[in-house]
């Protein structure tokens, strides 16, 4: 399957690991590559010697394209940016922040600026300071997330865009593959999904209980990190409600917020960690392998492809 995406990053599926912290290390990114897809590494919380080993451990594992996702207000940006020119990276991924320091040190190396919207202003904005490509968002992904449903975003972004858009948010097999491209997306990000596979990270009992969950069990709330941030219904997000129904300051809302997320995914904490995941778990079922998962992604996709087809020729 091929698309401008396909073609823009060098890899053989319109497919991208969502970045997550704590979760998409080495290991995951080099499988969704080796795959056909497009992994992207989370160093958001790494240290600059952290991303380089990082990187050069993707690099050992996998011959083929990757990205590194990074906050673009991380006060370290100059020096992670140092690192990733002087290890040819291929591709940079990032949401929060003002992205053009990245663009104008990146494009100058030839590497693809592939930013996250939640929004079709921001999408916009990212479009015309340079980027690549852009990820856009619906409010059914897990993480940091906007207001606006994929499926009304998606096609927002593409009639509006000339560099090409990419669906993420309650997408994990091949319908939503189908649903994004007719949508005027030219691939799709998924993150939720790769979580439940055998090459993340993340402890088996997690991943047990994401399946177990449906698409009712994520709750978005305003003071993860002091963002909106759709997590997992647990304890965690359970206090966070009531520290925002009492008011409590913003500074003890951010500290309950530190560690929590490698609390759930690093640890194993399902009831004190914070399980960011997206309402697409309702239709996670099992653990499969990356390339597995990709492959069955691709094949279901070309199997509804041609249903479709035989339906509009009656």
């Known amino acids: 399957m091929k698309t401008r995406l396909t073609d823009l990053l060098g890899i053989e599926h319109p497919i991208v690991q969502g970045a997550m912290t704590w979760v ?4 995951l990114v080099a499988a969704v590559s080796n ?13 600059v010697e952290e991303l380089r080993d990082s ?20 006060p370290l940006i100059d020096e992670l940016l140092d690192v990733i020119t002087d290890e040819q990276v291929p591709v940079v991924s990032y949401g929060i922040g003002n992205p053009r320091k990245i663009i104008e040190r990146t494009r100058r190396h030839g590497i693809i600026n592939l930013p996250t919207a939640g929004s079709l202003r921001h999408a916009v904005r990212a479009e015309r300071d340079g980027a690549d490509a852009v990820i856009v968002q619906g409010t059914e992904a897990g993480g940091h997330t906007g207001f606006v449903s ?8 593409a009639g509006s865009l000339k560099v090409p858009v990419v669906a993420a948010g309650g997408i994990t097999d091949g319908r939503g593959l189908v649903a994004a491209l007719a949508l005027g997306a030219e691939g799709v990000s998924m993150g939720t999904r790769f979580i439940v596979t055998r090459e993340s990270p993340v402890p088996r009992h997690v991943k047990e ?24 219904r647990n304890e ?13 300051p913003p500074w003890e809302i951010l ?18 960690g914070s399980m960011a995941c997206g309402q697409a778990c309702g239709l996670v079922n099992n653990i499969p392998t990356c390339r597995e998962l990709i492959d069955e992604i691709i094949q279901q996709a070309g199997e509804r492809l041609r249903e479709i087809q035989a339906k509009a020729a009656r």
């Open 150 to 157: 994929t499926v009304v975003l998606t096609p927002l972004a």
């Open 236 to 248: 965690f997000a359970e206090n966070l409600i009531k520290m925002a129904e009492n008011e409590a």
């Open 55 to 74: 990187i050069r451990e993707v690099r050992r594992l996998t011959p083929k394209p990757y990205g590194v996702n990074f906050a673009a207000d991380n």
């Open 24 to 27: 998409s290390f080495p290991p």
């Open 35 to 47: 795959a056909g897809g497009l992994g992207i590494l989370g160093a958001a919380f790494m240290s």
């Open 209 to 232: 209980l994401i399946i177990a969950k449906s698409e009712e069990d994520t709750v978005v709330t305003d003071n993860f990190t002091g963002v909106r941030c759709r997590v997992i």
């Open 255 to 272: 500290k309950a917020g530190v560690g929590k997320i490698r609390a759930a995914y690093v640890d194993g904490d399902i009831k004190g």
